[in-house]
């Protein structure tokens, strides 16, 4: 097989809207890291395909779409055969047509879509780019454990869910996978492959453009290894990163798993994630030279419902309505409450759905979804899954918030909440086991070259 890859800035403007965290004024001041898309383009015979790693918070499906139909015009790569992995920074302009429901929006003047046509053409031409560089290649693969993450759902001393507060005690997805890529015959480096979860948002809510944590961990492994640098992000809805910022709110205390305190927060993170690659990458010795490339597409549907009933609705809704004034935004509640009778009275929508596009190249495989996903569904992929290396892809190819496992949702907190504000439908609490088990379904056809 032969594999080309390529990098490229999209760093944006100062003055652009940030995303991530609901403020709706982060205008940015400065930049702190730049922000790049790295590309890896794959080819047997007449089958070719992309992944692209996208300094960016998210990009939902339209915007996917088009970006997909650029690469396409420039290297005739099927548009379904493309991966648009997002890294999940906080601190890049708002890429997504979506708006928190009921909330002031995020990017009032749509600044972010127009920066995502600016650059489209910069990641199409370094797809085009990897394109000219393709070479026979022989990868070697490696999986070990990381630090760079913590699962981010932490208890108070009742048991409550306290926001984003680590538990290195509580199940996540604590591995890390790394693939390094060589000219089959020079033994030259031509590129590196890094995956593991965490939340991309060491940085915190200032007013710096930056590639935030991954970006650190790139630019070290860049040092060892000066080749472009591809990360994927995982498991990240209920994984954070491990920073050294202490949080104490009533009946709980630890190391903040949300928004860390800058640069030093994003510093010590990406060192640890790049630490803990290197070590997988210098250690490196069984390349392979057979990776047999593969692409499956299919339609993954989901049952949806409205969050609240008819009744439920209309009795927030005169609960809240006596109190409501011209000069303060509603209480959530009373926002969604309207949306969900607005929605109550079309059509309904029973199921959501998806296309997905699954890739593997000799024993590894990416399985791609438009969520934030929590761990237990990548540990089963991994489990499971056919082939040595499964790994689960957050963030690609769309944006539908998150993706709790059933205990999460019926526990509660910030994610089983914040999943009411993207649409007016949420997927049902077994949606994500429908996900995971569909999609095994998928890699196992996959695996034995079945349509």
Known sequence: MKIGFAVCDITPETGIYLTGYGMPERLAESVHSPLTAAVMVLNEGDLQAAVIGLDWCFVDWPLTQEIRRAIFAKTRIPEKNILLCCSHTHSAPHTTFMRTLGRVAVDPENKGIDYVRRVTPVIADACFRAQGSLRETEACFSAGKTKTGV???????NGKISLFTGDPDAVYDDNMTAVRFRDRETG????ILVHCSAHNTAMGADRNISSD???VMKRRIHDAFPVPVLFI???LGDVGPRTRRRVVRP??????????????????????????ALDLLENMRDFRAELPLRVSNSVIRLPQSIPMSEAEARDIIAKYAPEQTDTAEPPLDFQLAKIALETWKKPPEPEFEFEQTLLSFGPLALAPFPFEMFSVFSLRLR???????????????????????????ARGGYEATCR?????????????????ARTLDELRKMKQGRP
Do not use: Q
Not at 188 to 191: P, Q, T, V, W, Y
């Open 151 to 157: 699962s981010r759902r932490g208890m108070d001393e």
């Open 188 to 191: 030259e480096d031509l590129g």
């Open 213 to 215: 944590w991954c970006g």
């Open 233 to 235: 992000n995982g498991a």
């Open 251 to 276: 009946g709980c205390h630890g190391f903040s798993a949300g928004g860390g305190d800058g640069a030093f927060s994003a510093l010590e993170v990406g060192l640890c994630a790049a630490g803990d």
């Open 383 to 409: 489990k499971y899954g056919p082939f040595e290396y499964t790994l689960l892809c957050s963030n690609t190819n769309g944006r539908n918030a998150y993706m709790p496992d059933r205990g999460a949702i």
């Open 420 to 436: 009411k504000t993207i649409r007016p439908y949420v997927t049902d609490p077994e949606a994500g086991d429908l996900a995971v």
